[in-house]
Structure formats: C-alpha cells, structure tokens
T-cell receptor
Framework: SQQGEEDPQALSIQEGENATMNCSYK?????LQWYRQNSGRGLVHLIL?????REKHSGRLRVTLDTSKKSSSLLITASQAADTASYFC???????????FGQGTRLTINP | DVKVTQSSRYLVKRTGEKVFLECVQD?????MFWYRQDPGLGLRLIYFSYDVKMKEKGDIPEGYSVSREKKERFSLILESASTNQTSMYLCASSFGQVGTDTQYFGPGTRLTVL
C-alpha cells in the first residue's frame, strides 16, 4: 500500500470556499511535501514541512503536520478557479533517498 | 527559475521499438529522477541519479535503463517498448541531498505504445 495516501480522492467546492485535503503516511519521515499538478502537466512544488515543524504557511496555503498521528493537511483558503488541480503529498522516509508520492486529491473549484 | 525540459510532450511508438526520452535541467542540480504516472497508481519512481554516470534503481526499473553522461541531461531508455509502458513520464531534478529538497518537474511526456 502507499506510504502517503490522500483523502478525499476528489473534492468539489464553490469559488471562495476553503478546501482541505489530508495525507496519511505509515513510517517515520524526514519531511513532507505538497505538490500541485494541473491537468496533463508536470508537478509544481507548493510547500515543504519538516518533521520537527507543526505548521507552515505560504500565501493562501496552510500545511499542518502531526507526526504522532502520521498525518498532514493542506488548507487552501478563499479558493479560486485557478486552484483547480490535483494535489499530492510526498514523504521522505527516514534513511531513504527518495520521495514517495500519494495518489493525489483532485480538486475542482466551481465558479 | 529552475527549468526542466523534456524532449517531447506526446510520443507514439510501436511495440518493440527502442525509445529515448530526454530530460534537461538548467540549474546545475546534482539529482535527477524519472517517474511514470498512471491513473490509480500515482507517481512511481523508475530510476534516479545523484551524479554524472551514477544511477540508482527506483521502484519499477524493469524494462527501462537510463543514461547520465552530462550533469544537465538524464535520458530514459525503453529498450523494447511494450504496450504496458504506455504512460505519462515525468522527469525531475533537485539540489543537495536526495530526498530532502524540493524536486522540480518537467512538463511530462505522454507516451503511447501501439
């Protein structure tokens, strides 16, 4: 099974609302990263949170990390149509040399 | 800004052909990666390289090989393409210790093997 699993798999909200996506993982990590992918394109890095951090902000994005629950959440506030994309969490397992991606949450912002 | 380019956005090949996918990055990154992305399976790491002429197998290396003759270029080779290699292929690069830094992705190559 996946190291990182996003929830929900798909989310549809109205423009202006907040969107929350969750990521759970199984083993101890060095850091956790969130990426966005617009349809049919490459991934774009959004934010990195280290294992000793609990919360991080970047513009309208807020990421939290709870290492005791092995989970993270991505909050997008005041959503815009341009936020329509798939969002992936990726974890770096301690001792490993690679990112492990989840299957993503597909977010649709309705005008 | 970091730029990662891939040689083709779309590619159609026949079963048994040898296929080369090229990736170039312009930020002098040590690390380069090849992933494939399939519906329901997410991104899976095929190979990565942390230095020129160095390569490491990822999670699904079977049927693929790679070449890194120059720091900026990382090639993925399908020795004999098969229909189950139809997929989106994504190249990425990063600086510093593998796994700790942001990865920068190219736009992807959608490969269809007939």
């Amino acid at each position: 099974s996946q190291q990182g699993e996003e929830d929900p798999q798909a989310l549809s909200i109205q423009e202006g609302e907040n969107a929350t996506m969750n990521c759970s993982y199984k083993t101890s990590i060095n850091n956790l990263q969130w990426y966005r992918q617009n349809s049919g394109r490459g991934l774009v890095h959004l934010i990195l949170i280290r294992s000793n951090e609990r919360e991080k902000h970047s513009g309208r994005l807020r990421v939290t990390l709870d290492t005791s629950k092995k989970s993270s959440s991505l909050l997008i506030t005041a959503s815009q149509a341009a936020d329509t994309a798939s969002y992936f969490c990726a974890t770096v397992i301690q001792g490993a040399q690679k990112l492990v991606f989840g299957q993503g949450t597909r977010l649709t912002i309705n005008p | 800004d970091v730029k990662v380019t891939q040689s083709s956005r779309y590619l159609v090949k026949r079963t048994g052909e040898k296929v080369f996918l090229e990736c170039v990055q312009d930020m002098d990154h040590e690390n380069m990666f090849w992933y494939r992305q399939d519906p329901g399976l997410g991104l899976r790491l095929i190979y990565f390289s942390y230095d020129v002429k160095m390569k490491e197998k990822g999670d699904i290396p079977e049927g693929y090989s790679v070449s890194r003759e120059k720091k900026e270029r990382f090639s993925l080779i399908l020795e004999s393409a098969s229909t189950n290699q139809t997929s989106m292929y994504l190249c990425a690069s990063s600086f510093g210790q593998v796994g700790t830094d942001t990865q920068y992705f190219g736009p992807g190559t959608r490969l269809t093997v007939l």
